[in-house]
Protein backbone atom coordinates (compact mmCIF):
# COMPACT_ATOMS: atom_id res chain seq x y z
CA UNK A 1 0.00 0.00 0.00
CA UNK A 2 1.14 3.59 -0.88
CA UNK A 3 2.09 4.89 2.41
CA UNK A 4 -0.36 8.29 3.08
CA UNK A 5 1.55 11.12 4.32
CA UNK A 6 -1.06 11.91 6.79
CA UNK A 7 -1.20 8.92 8.81
CA UNK A 8 1.96 7.07 8.15
CA UNK A 9 4.30 9.75 8.59
CA UNK A 10 2.23 10.84 12.49
CA UNK A 11 3.54 7.15 13.46
CA UNK A 12 6.52 6.71 15.84
CA UNK A 13 9.45 5.96 13.40
CA UNK A 14 10.33 3.21 14.80
CA UNK A 15 6.97 1.91 14.07
CA UNK A 16 7.16 2.85 10.06
CA UNK A 17 10.21 0.53 10.09
CA UNK A 18 8.67 -2.21 11.42
CA UNK A 19 8.50 -5.80 9.98
CA UNK A 20 5.76 -7.57 11.29
CA UNK A 21 5.60 -11.00 12.05
CA UNK A 22 4.49 -13.60 9.60
CA UNK A 23 2.92 -16.52 10.87
CA UNK A 24 2.36 -20.13 9.23
CA UNK A 25 -0.25 -20.35 6.43
CA UNK A 26 -3.71 -20.97 8.02
CA UNK A 27 -5.60 -21.72 4.92
CA UNK A 28 -9.37 -21.16 5.46
CA UNK A 29 -10.67 -24.26 2.73
CA UNK A 30 -10.32 -27.86 3.71
CA UNK A 31 -8.73 -30.70 2.86
CA UNK A 32 -5.48 -29.38 4.20
CA UNK A 33 -2.91 -31.87 6.36
CA UNK A 34 -1.84 -28.91 7.94
CA UNK A 35 1.87 -29.51 9.20
CA UNK A 36 3.24 -26.06 9.82
CA UNK A 37 1.82 -24.72 12.95
CA UNK A 38 2.31 -27.21 15.58
CA UNK A 39 -1.19 -27.88 16.16
CA UNK A 40 -2.42 -30.58 18.40
CA UNK A 41 -3.39 -32.97 15.47
CA UNK A 42 -6.21 -34.65 18.11
CA UNK A 43 -9.43 -32.68 19.49
CA UNK A 44 -9.20 -30.79 22.84
CA UNK A 45 -11.05 -33.57 26.20
CA UNK A 46 -14.54 -34.03 25.33
CA UNK A 47 -15.16 -31.81 29.10
CA UNK A 48 -13.80 -28.81 27.74
CA UNK A 49 -16.92 -28.69 24.60
CA UNK A 50 -19.71 -29.69 27.76
CA UNK A 51 -18.21 -26.77 29.98
CA UNK A 52 -18.35 -24.26 26.96
CA UNK A 53 -21.47 -25.60 26.22
CA UNK A 54 -22.93 -24.55 30.73
CA UNK A 55 -21.73 -21.30 30.05
CA UNK A 56 -25.10 -19.33 30.66
CA UNK A 57 -26.31 -15.97 28.89
CA UNK A 58 -25.97 -14.28 32.21
CA UNK A 59 -22.67 -14.78 32.63
CA UNK A 60 -21.74 -14.02 28.88
CA UNK A 61 -23.80 -10.82 29.90
CA UNK A 62 -20.93 -9.48 32.72
CA UNK A 63 -17.36 -9.52 32.28
CA UNK A 64 -14.60 -12.37 33.38
CA UNK A 65 -12.25 -12.47 36.10
CA UNK A 66 -10.23 -10.21 35.36
CA UNK A 67 -7.22 -12.01 36.67
CA UNK A 68 -8.28 -15.47 35.57
CA UNK A 69 -8.95 -16.46 38.86
CA UNK A 70 -9.86 -19.48 39.09
CA UNK A 71 -7.08 -20.31 36.27
CA UNK A 72 -4.70 -18.79 38.49
CA UNK A 73 -5.31 -21.35 41.12
CA UNK A 74 -5.83 -24.49 39.08
CA UNK A 75 -2.41 -23.63 37.72
CA UNK A 76 -0.61 -23.56 40.82
CA UNK A 77 -2.16 -26.64 41.93
CA UNK A 78 -1.04 -28.48 38.75
CA UNK A 79 2.40 -26.98 39.02
CA UNK A 80 3.14 -27.07 42.48
CA UNK A 81 3.44 -23.62 43.46
CA UNK A 82 3.25 -22.01 46.80
CA UNK A 83 -0.12 -20.02 45.37
CA UNK A 84 -2.31 -18.31 42.76
CA UNK A 85 -0.24 -15.53 43.18
CA UNK A 86 2.83 -17.40 41.33
CA UNK A 87 0.84 -17.87 38.21
CA UNK A 88 -0.69 -15.80 35.55
CA UNK A 89 -2.80 -16.27 32.27
CA UNK A 90 -2.67 -14.53 29.26
CA UNK A 91 -4.62 -14.56 25.83
CA UNK A 92 -2.05 -17.05 24.46
CA UNK A 93 1.64 -16.92 25.31
CA UNK A 94 2.47 -14.59 22.67
CA UNK A 95 0.33 -11.83 24.77
CA UNK A 96 2.53 -12.80 27.64
CA UNK A 97 5.80 -12.51 25.47
CA UNK A 98 4.40 -8.92 24.41
CA UNK A 99 3.85 -7.97 27.89
CA UNK A 100 7.33 -8.99 29.42
CA UNK A 101 8.81 -6.87 26.37
CA UNK A 102 6.72 -4.10 27.88
CA UNK A 103 7.96 -4.24 31.37
CA UNK A 104 11.24 -4.97 30.70
CA UNK A 105 12.78 -3.95 27.48
CA UNK A 106 12.88 -0.11 25.88
CA UNK A 107 15.13 1.66 24.13
CA UNK A 108 17.89 1.88 27.10
CA UNK A 109 16.87 -2.16 28.16
CA UNK A 110 17.40 -4.21 25.89
CA UNK A 111 16.03 -7.92 25.15
CA UNK A 112 18.03 -11.15 24.10
CA UNK A 113 17.01 -14.34 22.21
CA UNK A 114 18.94 -17.16 20.60
CA UNK A 115 19.29 -17.56 16.38
CA UNK A 116 17.51 -19.46 15.81
CA UNK A 117 14.22 -19.13 17.90
CA UNK A 118 11.00 -18.35 18.02
CA UNK A 119 11.11 -15.39 15.51
CA UNK A 120 8.32 -13.40 17.21
CA UNK A 121 11.43 -11.89 19.91
CA UNK A 122 12.59 -9.86 17.45
CA UNK A 123 9.34 -8.43 15.94
CA UNK A 124 8.57 -8.11 19.99
CA UNK A 125 11.67 -5.92 20.77
CA UNK A 126 10.87 -3.36 17.67
CA UNK A 127 8.00 -2.66 19.08
CA UNK A 128 9.53 -1.63 22.09
CA UNK A 129 11.98 -0.10 19.96
CA UNK A 130 14.37 -1.95 21.81
CA UNK A 131 18.29 -3.24 20.31
CA UNK A 132 18.07 -6.95 20.11
CA UNK A 133 21.13 -9.20 21.75
CA UNK A 134 21.55 -12.15 19.69
CA UNK A 135 23.05 -15.35 20.22
CA UNK A 136 24.05 -17.98 18.11
CA UNK A 137 23.62 -21.77 18.00
CA UNK A 138 25.96 -23.83 16.24
CA UNK A 139 25.10 -26.62 13.91
CA UNK A 140 25.14 -29.00 17.25
CA UNK A 141 22.78 -26.98 19.01
CA UNK A 142 24.21 -27.02 22.22
CA UNK A 143 23.00 -24.56 24.33
CA UNK A 144 26.14 -21.73 25.23
CA UNK A 145 26.14 -20.43 28.44
CA UNK A 146 28.89 -18.35 29.02
CA UNK A 147 28.08 -16.85 26.07
CA UNK A 148 24.55 -16.14 27.16
CA UNK A 149 25.70 -15.14 30.60
CA UNK A 150 27.85 -12.38 29.08
CA UNK A 151 25.62 -11.27 26.61
CA UNK A 152 24.69 -7.90 28.42
CA UNK A 153 20.29 -8.26 27.85
CA UNK A 154 18.13 -7.24 30.59
CA UNK A 155 15.43 -9.58 30.21
CA UNK A 156 16.42 -13.39 27.83
CA UNK A 157 14.13 -15.25 26.23
CA UNK A 158 15.39 -18.99 26.14
CA UNK A 159 12.85 -21.88 23.92
CA UNK A 160 12.95 -25.33 25.44
CA UNK A 161 12.43 -27.70 23.55
CA UNK A 162 13.44 -25.01 21.00
CA UNK A 163 11.71 -23.74 18.25
CA UNK A 164 12.31 -24.94 15.19
CA UNK A 165 14.57 -27.91 16.06
CA UNK A 166 12.87 -29.14 18.96
CA UNK A 167 16.18 -29.52 21.01
CA UNK A 168 15.31 -28.84 24.53
CA UNK A 169 18.01 -27.37 27.44
CA UNK A 170 18.86 -29.39 30.04
CA UNK A 171 17.34 -28.40 33.22
CA UNK A 172 21.03 -28.14 34.74
CA UNK A 173 22.36 -26.01 31.84
CA UNK A 174 19.11 -23.61 32.96
CA UNK A 175 20.02 -23.79 36.50
CA UNK A 176 23.72 -22.97 35.88
CA UNK A 177 22.54 -20.19 33.82
CA UNK A 178 20.19 -19.01 36.24
CA UNK A 179 22.97 -18.79 39.25
CA UNK A 180 25.23 -16.80 36.58
CA UNK A 181 23.04 -14.28 34.46
CA UNK A 182 22.48 -11.18 36.14
CA UNK A 183 19.24 -10.08 34.53
CA UNK A 184 15.89 -11.85 33.80
CA UNK A 185 15.41 -15.20 32.44
CA UNK A 186 11.84 -16.58 30.59
CA UNK A 187 12.26 -20.37 29.53
CA UNK A 188 9.10 -20.13 27.17
CA UNK A 189 8.21 -23.98 27.05
CA UNK A 190 5.58 -23.35 24.79
CA UNK A 191 6.32 -26.89 23.68
CA UNK A 192 7.01 -27.93 27.48
CA UNK A 193 4.47 -30.82 27.61
CA UNK A 194 6.31 -32.79 25.12
CA UNK A 195 9.66 -32.92 26.87
CA UNK A 196 11.46 -35.08 29.17
CA UNK A 197 12.54 -32.25 31.77
CA UNK A 198 10.92 -28.47 32.43
CA UNK A 199 12.36 -25.62 34.30
CA UNK A 200 9.34 -24.98 36.47
CA UNK A 201 11.53 -26.67 39.49
CA UNK A 202 13.60 -23.69 39.11
CA UNK A 203 11.07 -20.63 39.81
CA UNK A 204 10.72 -21.04 43.66
CA UNK A 205 14.91 -21.55 43.61
CA UNK A 206 15.35 -18.24 40.99
CA UNK A 207 13.00 -15.00 41.48
CA UNK A 208 14.44 -13.51 38.06
CA UNK A 209 13.16 -16.69 36.08
CA UNK A 210 10.14 -17.12 34.51
CA UNK A 211 8.37 -19.64 32.56
CA UNK A 212 5.66 -19.45 30.43
CA UNK A 213 3.56 -21.94 28.34
CA UNK A 214 0.31 -22.70 25.97
CA UNK A 215 -2.46 -24.44 25.96
CA UNK A 216 -2.46 -24.20 22.10
CA UNK A 217 0.01 -27.21 21.55
CA UNK A 218 -1.05 -29.80 24.27
CA UNK A 219 -3.73 -29.41 24.85
CA UNK A 220 -5.44 -28.99 21.70
CA UNK A 221 -6.62 -25.26 22.51
CA UNK A 222 -4.64 -22.85 19.56
CA UNK A 223 -8.02 -21.04 18.74
CA UNK A 224 -8.83 -20.09 22.22
CA UNK A 225 -5.83 -18.51 23.04
CA UNK A 226 -5.01 -19.41 26.29
CA UNK A 227 -1.42 -19.19 27.48
CA UNK A 228 0.45 -18.91 31.16
CA UNK A 229 3.60 -17.62 33.18
CA UNK A 230 4.60 -19.16 36.15
CA UNK A 231 6.88 -16.83 38.08
CA UNK A 232 7.80 -15.50 41.39
CA UNK A 233 5.01 -12.78 42.56
CA UNK A 234 6.93 -9.89 42.11
CA UNK A 235 6.64 -10.71 38.36
CA UNK A 236 3.18 -11.18 38.55
CA UNK A 237 2.98 -8.27 40.11
CA UNK A 238 4.49 -6.13 37.08
CA UNK A 239 3.02 -7.95 34.33
CA UNK A 240 -0.77 -7.26 36.17
CA UNK A 241 0.22 -3.41 35.71
CA UNK A 242 0.71 -3.28 31.91
CA UNK A 243 -2.14 -6.32 30.96
CA UNK A 244 -5.69 -5.31 29.50
CA UNK A 245 -8.03 -5.13 32.28
CA UNK A 246 -10.08 -8.19 31.06
CA UNK A 247 -7.28 -9.83 28.70
CA UNK A 248 -8.74 -13.29 29.12
CA UNK A 249 -12.08 -13.87 28.23
CA UNK A 250 -15.20 -16.18 29.33
CA UNK A 251 -15.05 -18.80 27.08
CA UNK A 252 -11.27 -19.31 27.09
CA UNK A 253 -11.14 -18.99 31.10
CA UNK A 254 -13.73 -21.58 30.93
CA UNK A 255 -12.06 -24.19 28.28
CA UNK A 256 -8.17 -23.50 30.21
CA UNK A 257 -9.91 -24.96 33.39
CA UNK A 258 -11.87 -27.58 31.85
CA UNK A 259 -8.62 -28.26 30.08
CA UNK A 260 -6.19 -28.57 32.88
CA UNK A 261 -9.02 -30.57 35.18
CA UNK A 262 -8.82 -33.62 32.68
CA UNK A 263 -4.56 -34.47 32.92
CA UNK A 264 -5.44 -38.11 32.23
CA UNK A 265 -6.83 -37.31 28.84
CA UNK A 266 -4.28 -35.07 28.06
CA UNK A 267 -1.41 -37.50 29.39
CA UNK A 268 -2.36 -40.05 26.63
CA UNK A 269 -2.56 -37.29 24.28
CA UNK A 270 0.79 -36.18 24.67
CA UNK A 271 2.44 -39.70 25.08
CA UNK A 272 0.55 -40.77 21.53
CA UNK A 273 2.29 -37.94 20.15
CA UNK A 274 5.47 -38.37 21.41
CA UNK A 275 5.04 -41.94 20.46
CA UNK A 276 3.94 -40.78 16.36
CA UNK A 277 7.07 -38.38 16.64
CA UNK A 278 9.62 -40.76 17.38
CA UNK A 279 8.86 -43.23 14.98
CA UNK A 280 8.77 -40.34 12.64
CA UNK A 281 12.67 -39.44 13.31
CA UNK A 282 13.17 -43.19 13.09
CA UNK A 283 11.75 -43.05 9.67
CA UNK A 284 13.37 -39.78 8.58
CA UNK A 285 17.03 -40.97 9.48
CA UNK A 286 16.03 -44.20 7.56
CA UNK A 287 16.29 -42.07 4.81
CA UNK A 288 19.36 -41.04 5.79
CA UNK A 289 18.27 -37.30 6.61
CA UNK A 290 19.97 -35.57 9.00
CA UNK A 291 17.22 -35.06 12.28
CA UNK A 292 17.71 -33.10 15.56
CA UNK A 293 16.64 -35.22 18.59
CA UNK A 294 12.78 -33.81 18.92
CA UNK A 295 11.65 -33.56 22.10
CA UNK A 296 8.77 -30.96 21.05
CA UNK A 297 5.73 -31.83 18.37
CA UNK A 298 7.82 -31.47 15.59
CA UNK A 299 10.56 -32.54 13.78
CA UNK A 300 13.24 -30.68 12.01
CA UNK A 301 14.94 -32.91 9.14
CA UNK A 302 17.20 -32.19 6.10
CA UNK A 303 16.03 -33.65 2.97
CA UNK A 304 18.13 -35.61 0.79
CA UNK A 305 16.63 -35.65 -2.78
CA UNK A 306 16.71 -38.56 -4.93
CA UNK A 307 20.07 -37.49 -6.46
CA UNK A 308 21.44 -37.81 -2.89
CA UNK A 309 21.72 -33.64 -2.91
CA UNK A 310 20.92 -31.85 0.35
CA UNK A 311 20.86 -27.74 0.48
CA UNK A 312 18.33 -24.60 0.13
CA UNK A 313 16.98 -26.06 -3.24
CA UNK A 314 15.97 -29.67 -2.32
CA UNK A 315 14.19 -28.60 0.91
CA UNK A 316 12.13 -25.91 -1.03
CA UNK A 317 11.18 -28.42 -3.74
CA UNK A 318 9.88 -30.87 -1.36
CA UNK A 319 8.02 -28.49 0.75
CA UNK A 320 6.63 -27.11 -2.74
CA UNK A 321 5.63 -30.63 -3.85
CA UNK A 322 4.26 -31.41 -0.58
CA UNK A 323 1.90 -28.16 -1.67
CA UNK A 324 0.92 -29.89 -4.58
CA UNK A 325 -0.35 -32.82 -2.24
CA UNK A 326 -2.20 -30.15 0.18
CA UNK A 327 0.53 -30.92 2.69
CA UNK A 328 1.63 -27.85 4.85
CA UNK A 329 5.07 -28.13 6.38
CA UNK A 330 7.14 -24.99 7.42
CA UNK A 331 10.31 -23.69 5.86
CA UNK A 332 12.40 -21.57 7.89
CA UNK A 333 14.72 -19.69 5.13
CA UNK A 334 16.28 -16.92 6.49
CA UNK A 335 19.44 -18.48 8.04
CA UNK A 336 21.93 -21.09 6.89
CA UNK A 337 21.36 -22.82 10.17
CA UNK A 338 17.66 -23.62 8.94
CA UNK A 339 17.38 -23.23 5.34
CA UNK A 340 18.39 -26.10 4.01
CA UNK A 341 15.41 -28.09 6.68
CA UNK A 342 11.85 -28.30 6.67
CA UNK A 343 10.23 -28.45 10.18
CA UNK A 344 7.41 -31.02 10.17
CA UNK A 345 4.75 -30.81 13.02
CA UNK A 346 3.44 -34.49 14.33
CA UNK A 347 -0.02 -35.23 13.02
CA UNK A 348 -1.94 -38.09 13.60
CA UNK A 349 -0.69 -41.34 11.93
CA UNK A 350 -2.44 -41.52 9.31
CA UNK A 351 -1.37 -37.82 8.57
CA UNK A 352 1.91 -38.63 8.60
CA UNK A 353 1.32 -41.92 6.95
CA UNK A 354 -0.06 -40.13 4.07
CA UNK A 355 3.09 -37.74 4.24
CA UNK A 356 5.53 -40.40 3.99
CA UNK A 357 3.79 -41.29 1.09
CA UNK A 358 4.38 -38.18 -0.87
CA UNK A 359 7.83 -37.85 0.20
CA UNK A 360 8.37 -41.02 -1.63
CA UNK A 361 6.80 -39.87 -4.68
CA UNK A 362 8.98 -37.10 -4.52
CA UNK A 363 11.95 -39.11 -4.37
CA UNK A 364 11.39 -40.86 -7.50
CA UNK A 365 10.36 -37.25 -9.07
CA UNK A 366 13.41 -35.11 -7.90
C1 LIG B 1 8.20 -21.04 20.94
C2 LIG B 1 6.81 -20.52 20.94
N1 LIG B 1 6.42 -19.73 21.95
C3 LIG B 1 5.18 -19.23 21.99
C4 LIG B 1 4.25 -19.53 21.01
C5 LIG B 1 2.90 -18.88 21.08
O1 LIG B 1 1.87 -19.73 21.42
P1 LIG B 1 0.44 -19.19 21.77
O2 LIG B 1 0.41 -17.70 21.59
O3 LIG B 1 -0.48 -19.89 20.85
O4 LIG B 1 0.21 -19.55 23.21
C6 LIG B 1 4.61 -20.34 19.95
C7 LIG B 1 3.65 -20.62 18.88
O5 LIG B 1 3.90 -21.19 17.85
C8 LIG B 1 5.93 -20.85 19.91
O6 LIG B 1 6.35 -21.63 18.89
Same mark, same amino acid.
Given at each position: ???????????????????? *????????????????????? *????????????????????????????????????????????????????????????????????????????????????????????? #?? *?????????????????????????????????????????????????????? *??????????????????????????????????????????????????????????????????????????????????????????????????????????????????????????? #?????????????????????????????????????????????????????
Amino acid at each position: MKPNPSISARALAHVQALDS *YVPGKQPQDTGWIKLNTNENP *YPPSPDVKKAIALISGDSMRKYPSPISAGLREKLAHHYGLPGPDWAFVGNGSDEILNLLMRVFCDSEKSGGYMVPSYSLYPVLLSIQNSEPVK #VR *YDESMVFPTDEVVNCGANIFFLTSPNAPTGVAIPTDTIRDLASRFPGIIVVDEA *YGSFADEDAIGLIQEFPSLCVTRTFSKSHSLAGMRIGCLMGNPEMIELLDKVRDSYNVNLVSQVAGLAAISDTSYYEGLIEDIKRTRDQYIRECRARGWFTYPSQANYIFTKPVNGAGEIGVE #VAKSLFDFLLTRKILVRYFGSDTLTDSFLRISVGSENEMLILSEAIDQWLKNA
